[in-house]
Nanobody, 114 residues
Framework: QVQLVESGGGLVQPGGSLRLSCAASGSIFSIYAMGWYRQAPGKQREVVASISSGGIINHADSVKGRFAISRDNAKNTVYLEMNNLKPEDTAVYYC????????WGQGTQVTVSS
């Protein structure tokens, strides 16, 4: 079992940047596929980006060219670099780990507003 703690959210103006971090503990981090999801008020949770244990990366079309997922297995951490943020990126962002089962963090709020 793995425990996940997200950080790095906050309030940012349109066009600004944030970097989210998700620190994992309790298991062998490198075996997990990791993902970032988000949920806006009144909407379903959606995948933003994912990175496999082997480093294969996918980004949702809505964030391609603006967001970048990465992982540092030595630090048991996955990151989401977010640039050129838009108001529609406002949501609670969740980290997810997958290996046999899915594990979720508690989420971190990202608000994009002027």
């Amino acid at each position: 079992q793995v425990q996940l703690v997200e950080s790095g959210g906050g309030l940012v103006q349109p066009g600004g940047s944030l970097r989210l971090s998700c620190a994992a503990s309790g298991s062998i981090f490198s075996i997990y596929a990791m993902g970032w999801y988000r949920q806006a008020p009144g909407k379903q949770r959606e995948v933003v980006a994912s990175i496999s244990s082997g480093g294969i990366i996918n980004h949702a079309d809505s964030v391609k060219g603006r967001f970048a997922i990465s992982r540092d297995n030595a630090k048991n951490t996955v990151y989401l670099e977010m640039n050129n943020l838009k108001p529609e990126d406002t949501a609670v962002y969740y980290c997810r780990a997958d290996w046999l089962s899915a594990y979720w963090g508690q989420g971190t709020q990202v608000t994009v507003s002027s």
